[in-house]
């Protein structure tokens, strides 16, 4: 597999202003226990472990909620509508702060960005529309990072490496006889 880094993005956690004012604001991590949140499902893993940096180290917190989604839009759009607080893309919330539909909170506790990236096979035989659109999509990234910066945590320390993780190969998987 070949990765093509596209820019910077962080995650944020954010909630409505209706969800804030029945539920009150956060003003630590440890108060997302007292929390709804909504969840976003990646395949079989439900994301309930959120990162912070608290103290100079980067802690783990479980949260937990009632709406589970496998679509990033769906986490918005609940959001949006008052039933919990999110951790989402600053890409996918980005107007929705601007416009004060959602508030971030918990921002001095980011555990810092992470690279936005595609990943594709690596062929040799890569179809021409395949490279252009790739290509495409990193210049349109790289002129969206010229005029538009992701926001920053106040205080921040640099973010955890991570490891990449190795996809297995695939196998030819075509029965012989099949109709």
């Known amino acids: 597999m070949r990765v093509k880094r596209l820019g910077d993005n962080r995650r944020v956690v954010c909630a409505s202003r209706a969800y804030l004012k029945k539920s009150g604001r956060l003003q630590h991590p440890d108060d997302l226990v007292h929390h709804e949140c909504v969840l976003m499902r990646f395949g079989l893993a439900i994301d309930r472990d959120w990162p912070f940096l608290i103290d100079g180290k980067v802690r783990r917190v479980v949260v ?5 989604a ?3 839009g769906l986490v918005r ?8 607080v999110a951790r989402k893309s600053f890409w996918d919330v980005e107007a929705d ?11 001095e506790f ?6 936005l990236q595609i990943v594709y096979p690596a062929t040799q035989d890569q179809p021409k529309r395949v490279r252009l659109l790739i290509d495409r999509i990193a210049e349109a990234f790289a002129t969206l990072g010229s005029e ?9 320390s640099p973010a955890p490496r991570r490891n990449r993780v190795q996809m297995p190969k695939r196998r030819d998987r075509r029965r012989s006889g099949s109709p």
């Open 64 to 68: 937990h909620g009632h709406r589970i």
């Open 148 to 156: 538009h910066t992701i926001a920053k945590p106040a205080a921040r």
């Open 97 to 107: 702060l601007k416009a004060g539909t959602l508030v971030e909170l918990l921002q």
């Open 77 to 84: 759009d609940w959001c949006l509508h008052g039933y919990g």
């Open 110 to 115: 980011s555990a810092g960005g992470t690279g």
């Open 70 to 72: 496998n679509d990033g």
